[in-house]
Nanobody, 124 residues
């Protein structure tokens, strides 16, 4: 059974940094995509960053140059380093993983497994 558990969320002031982690268990696919999504109250879920098993990455325009997605295969952990945070980054952040090979994408329909989320709040 695949489990994704996020951690690292919190409250920071504008301009601050946070690093989110997503620990994966029971996930044995060798070819895959993993991603971070976020959802603010009253808004649709938005793809933030994605990475595939080759290490290729993709970012939504609003976070390019500020966020970095990475993975530690030895620890089965996905990370999202968030710098220069802005109040508009405030949201629940979710980790997601595909069920096998995927074409790298920020479309949530491509992801079969989801974590419970971790809250990020950025104050001005």
């Amino acid at each position: 059974q695949v489990q994704l558990v996020e951690s690292g969320g919190g409250s920071v002031q504008s301009g601050g940094s946070l690093r989110l982690s997503c620990a994966a268990s029971g996930y044995t696919y060798r070819r895959y995509c993993m991603a971070w999504f976020r959802q603010a109250p009253g808004k649709e879920r938005e793809g933030v960053a994605a990475i595939d098993s080759d290490g290729t990455t993709s970012y939504t325009d609003s976070v390019k140059g500020r966020f970095t997605i990475s993975q530690d295969n030895a620890k089965n952990t996905l990370y999202l380093q968030m710098n220069s945070l802005k109040p508009e980054d405030t949201a629940m952040y979710y980790c997601a993983a595909s069920s096998g090979w995927c074409l790298l994408t920020l479309n949530p329909s491509a992801y079969a497994y989801w974590g419970q989320g971790t809250q990020v709040t950025v104050s001005s």
